[in-house]
Every structure is written in C-alpha cells, then in structure tokens.
C-alpha cells in the first residue's frame, strides 16, 4: 500500500463529544461546489433564491466521474443472473450490481425496477414487511380527481411545508405521483373504490380537495404487501431479512467519495456479512426512537442517517421533526396495556378528515381558538394546539371523537384503529379516543438531488432518509408514501447507468478493516453494557422530549447539547472500561450511536434557525423570518477524530 493511500477508521463526531464540526453561515448559490462539500466543515443555509433545491443539489451533484480502471482493485466482473449470491473470500462477502439497505415501499419499488438490469440485494434490518410503510394508515396523494390539479396539489404543499419546499420538487412529485399509483394498482394493490366504481378518495389536514388514495386504515400494509409480493418472485432479488447495516464502504480519490456496498450484521448467526455493489440506495426510513414515544417501528432508530452522515454525505433540515398530533393515549384506554408499547399506535390524520373532532378533557372543543382550518389544519398546528392544552390543563391527553358518524361508516374507514381500541375497552363508534402527540416523521435527512443522487458517488437516497426538498419545513399529510415511490423510480435510470459504468472492489479486503463481534470479552460485561446502553437509550430520548420536543427554545436546546455529550462520554467511556475495541459491533451499541448522532443532528440544526418555521417552533424566536427561508445543511467534515466507529473510508491516489 502506498503511501497515499490507506484505510481509515473515524467518524466525523469526536470521540465523546456532543458538539459536531461546523459553523453557520450564509452559503451562495454560485458558489455551492461539490469539491468544497468535502473539504470544509460547515453548517452552512442556502439562499432560496440563489439556490434552488434541484439547481443546488441535482446539478451540482453531477460530479465528474473518474474511470475505475485507473485502479487496479477494480475489475468489470459481473455475477451471472442465476448465481446471484457470488461470494468470495470466506463466504462472507457477497457482490450485487445493486445493494438496497431498506425494505419499505421506496426499497422495494426500486428494487423492481433495478433487478431488470442487474443483480439485487435487498437488506433489511428485521422481517421485510417491518418498517415505516406497514404502518403508515391513512394512504397515498395524489391529483386523480377531475376537479383536482396538480396545481393546487403544490400549492397545499408548499403552503404545509411554511414554503421553504424546493418548488421544482413539488411539481415533479404531484406531477409524477398518479402514474406511480397507477403503477401499484397494476402491480395489484387493492385501494378503496366508491360506490361509483372509481377509487375512493379522502381528505386529510391542509389537504384543499380528497385526494387520499386508500385501503380503509391500512394503506401502507396493503402496499408493502403487494410490493414484497413481487420482490418474492423476482429470481433477480434477493432478501436478507435481520441483517444490520452497520456502515457504507467508501473510498476517497481526490475530492470525489465513492460508495462500494456495506457491512452488515447477520443478527441471527452473529456474523459480520460484507456486500460489495456497483450501486447503493439507502431506504433505511427515519430516526423517530431519538424520542420516547413515536409512532416508528422499532427498527427506526436513525441508521441510514447516521451511517450517510458517517460517509461524509451532505445533510439537511434536521431540525424539522414532525410529531403526529393523534397518536392512542393508552393511559385514556379504559384497560391499561399490560405492557409499554415499542411504538405507539397511530390514530391516522383521516379520523379528523372524515369529520373527527379533538376536545380537551373538560370537554371543550378547541382547535377554533388555535387556527381557522380547525381539526384540517396541517399537523404541526394541530399537534402544537394540543401540547399548549395539556400544559396549560395540566392533562396527559386530549380525545378525539368520531361517534357522531354513522358506525357503518366508522367501522368501514377505520377497521382497524376500531379493533386495537376494543381490546382495550374502547368503542370508538360510541366513545372518543384518548390521544397525545408522538415523533412521527423526519423531514429531514441525507440531501438528494432529482434523482436520488448524493454527493457521495454510487449513493442514493429515496423515502424518509431523503431530504429531497419535497417537505420542506413540515410533511403535507399523506405525501411520504407518494415522495418514496416517486424518488425509487426517479433513481432507478442514473443507478443503471452508474452501474453500467462501474466495475466490482475486488481487492484484498484488508483495505477495509472487518467489524467484529465483542466475542472476546466476558458474558459479565457484555451483560453491564447491554443493559447500561439500555438505561443510556432512555435517558438519550428523555432529553430530546424534554428539551427538544414540539415548543423549542435556545436555552434547552444548548441544555440539551450539554447533556447529550455529557451522555455520549459517559456511554463512551464506560464501553472502553468494559474492554471495547473500536472494530467491535453490536446491534444495541451500534443502535445507540447512531441516536446519538440523529439527536445531535437535530440539536444542532434546531439551535441554528433562528426563526419559527413549521415543525421547528421557538418562544425566542417565536415568527416567521423571510430572511431565514433557506434550507440547513451540514456538509461533511475535512478533519474527523477518532472514536469507537467501524466506519470504512479507504484513500486512494487518482
């Protein structure tokens, strides 16, 4: 190896710090570049004006690709279709043309696509049908009514979004979307359809017209169904269902970041498993378990985010996350759940769509006094109106009642949300539901240009780990299914030609260190540091609800930052006293970094707008600023510390 070139083990955070590497400043379009994405360290806004969304990232994302046959670990070696496994080494590399960390509904759909012209591995972190999408309840939107326009659909949008959304965005997604449901219905989802025989539509908060494509309460479950239904029986795909992604390999020529696949854990049989791929789509959904109470899966606990970020991808808008205001209040449930749930139960935004109406417990209906649209407005007004109820009453939570429908219909449009509420003494068609705000939904995320594409080479993004410019400063209802299919398909033409032009890393795998298992430490303190991670999990999202939750302000955000890496030293510190190495990996300790570095994201992002701005609300900062009406972005660090982190970046000379 020489001396140019070697492989290194950092991480863009310090070792027990809480404080990331950048500053804030105003950052001009013309000259946003890619070469100083990665040479400086920065947190940087930029104009609306100057830089649009798409003109910022898209263009400037096309960065000049260097052959790979300057290097000699390269080779144009191709698996064939029916040896789609093709291992080397020791069994536990596996090359693709595609690797897809994901299996909600943007994994999957591009992983349709993709599998016509190459090799796909599909990697998911629990069962396949785990994650956001299965449970997303109320539907799709999309313009397919005659009185509906693409127009207004933007205008709702961006309206929700406070208007920092990239406008080009929002017209390729509202104009794209039909096509893409469209294309689910062939593929043979089943959504409603009315009595007239065309599909039922509904309409959910800060929505001007019904365009909620749906199957009853169950949308993302009946499309997460058909999609890996299709997945099954393509002889292309291939499942890896309890495989972590631990991190992105990366190799560095020049200015230019590569993507080469990623390290996973096999969860099951404890084995390190290595994918090496043309291709890389990151799918790995959201960060909602950075707080105690979301409406995630388990499995969302800021992976994708943390792992690009790890990469050196450029981040954005983390300080936007949006909290569903009607999540199931269990302590209101007649029966107590025997046990705390993992995620709460969400009570979808068409509850109040269909006419559902929020009182507090004194009975008093109060959403007028907050915001004209009433129970339609958009959610971080809803789920701000109740938070100011419980303080100011002192509650644990509100209700939402439906009862005065028509139970056919309660029962019809909400089977589900029905049934979970009767386990536990609750008729919904006669009694209103208890419910509270949860983290539901990260705005922000990895930047993506039109594509999909990253600044890192070989990476793309789609779904709740994108931060496309679709969102803006708050998630229109019903739009994070409709962007995740939109984007799968939009990445689908540059990965095929990325992937075209690429050959496999074929080198000695020494140039990327092996994450291991902590086998070599004794049961007793693998034991002390599953549980003390434990206990520093609970703490971790004790702080975000408490400092940075739905009302915001600076001295508990830089409270916050103090306690988190007060928090993350300790954790730190106490691994290495218990004989940690920093090639050592475990699901929970891996989980655990990867919050801390979400959370500090969040942090960091909300401290530095400084302005109130849909799901981002400050009593100092407590109204809009126009002048503030640009995206954050963290770009990557130039100079990384070292601290426990299996992140793979290989130096090469171009």
Not at 506 to 512: A, C, I, K, N, T
Not at 531 to 547: A, C, F, H, P
Not at 612 to 641: A, N
Request: proline letters at 5%.
């Amino acid at each position: 190896m020489s001396s140019n070139e070697k492989t290194a083990m950092t991480t863009v955070l310090p070792a027990g710090s809480g404080t990331l590497h950048y500053s804030v400043k105003i950052y001009k379009g013309q000259h946003f570049r890619r070469n100083s994405w990665v040479s400086v360290t920065a947190f940087k806004r930029c104009t609306q004006k100057d830089l649009s969304w798409s003109h910022g990232v898209s263009k400037s994302l096309k960065t000049q690709r260097y052959s790979f046959s300057h290097f000699p670990f390269y080779e144009s070696w191709k698996p064939s279709r029916t040896a789609v496994n093709s291992c080397l080494e020791d069994g536990s590399t596996k090359f693709f043309d595609f690797v897809v960390i994901g299996s909600g509904v943007a994994g999957l759909r591009y992983a349709l696509e993709v599998a016509k012209h190459g090799t796909v591995a599909v990697i998911t972190k629990a069962e396949p049908h785990e994650s956001n999408t299965n449970y997303a309840q109320g539907g799709v939107s999309a313009v397919l009514c005659p009185s509906d326009s693409v127009e207004s659909h933007m205008r709702d949008t961006i309206v929700a979004g406070a208007y920092l959304c990239d406008e080009e965005t929002v017209r390729v997604v509202c104009t794209e979307g039909p096509d893409r449901i469209r294309e689910l219905i062939a593929m043979g989802a089943s959504f409603d359809h009315g009595e007239d025989g065309n599909l039922h539509l509904a309409r959910e908060g800060g929505h001007s017209h019904h365009r909620i494509v749906h199957a009853a309460d169950m949308t993302g479950r009946e499309i997460e169904r058909a999609l890996l239904e299709a997945v099954v029986n393509d002889p292309n795909i291939s499942m890896f269902q309890h495989h972590f992604a631990i991190d992105l390999l990366t190799s560095q020529g020049g200015s230019e970041t590569v993507c080469h696949g990623v390290d996973t854990l096999n969860t099951e049989s404890l084995e390190v498993v290595r994918f090496i791929s043309k291709v890389t789509l990151l799918a790995s959904g959201g960060a909602g378990h950075i707080y105690p109470t979301t409406t995630n899966p388990p499995v969302a606990t800021g992976d994708g985010i943390a792992m690009a970020h790890r990469a050196e991808a450029v981040i954005s808008n983390m300080e936007f996350v949006q909290f569903h205001p009607t999540a199931l209040a269990d302590e209101g449930l007649p029966i107590k759940p025997e046990k705390s749930r993992e995620n709460a139960f969400l009570v979808t935004e068409a509850v109040r769509g269909d006419g559902g109406i929020l009182y507090n417990l004194a009975k008093e209906r109060f959403m007028p006094l907050y915001d004209e649209r009433e129970e339609l407005a958009p959610r971080d007004v809803v789920a701000r109106s109740i938070d100011d109820q419980l303080k100011k009453w002192n509650e644990k939570y509100v209700l939402l009642n439906i009862s005065h429908k028509p139970k056919e219909q309660i029962l019809a449009h909400f089977p589900n949300i029905a049934a979970e509420c009767l386990k536990y003494g609750l008729d919904i068609t006669s009694q209103p539901i208890p419910v509270v705000p949860a983290a539901h939904y990260m705005c922000g995320g990895v930047r993506a240009g039109l594509q999909g594409e990253t600044n890192v080479s070989g990476l793309y993004v789609a779904g709740e780990v994108a931060c496309t410019g679709l969102h803006g400063a708050n998630r229109l209802a019903s739009n994070s299914l409709l962007e995740a299919l939109v984007f799968a398909r939009r990445a689908v033409q540059p990965s095929i030609d990325h992937m075209s032009q690429s050959g496999f890393y074929v080198g000695p795998s020494s140039r990327w260190a092996r994450p291991v298992m902590p086998s070599s430490l004794p049961s007793s303190a693998m034991d002390d540091i599953l549980n003390v991670t434990e206990q520093m999990r609970k703490d971790l999202q004790s702080i975000m609800w408490e400092y940075v939750g739905i009302v915001r302000s600076t001295r508990r955000l830089e409270s916050a930052e103090k306690k988190i890496h007060e928090l993350e030293t300790q954790w730190e510190k106490f691994l290495f006293q218990q004989g940690w190495e920093p090639t050592m990996v475990a699901l929970e300790a891996c989980e655990m970094r990867n919050l801390f570095c979400c959370a500090k994201l969040v942090v960091s992002s909300a401290l530095a707008r400084h302005e109130s701005r849909g799901l981002h609300y400050t009593i100092d900062f407590p109204h809009v600023e126009e002048s503030m009406r640009l995206p954050t972005i963290i770009l990557p660090c130039s100079t990384v510390s070292t601290t426990w982190s299996s992140r793979q970046l290989h130096k090469q000379p171009v």
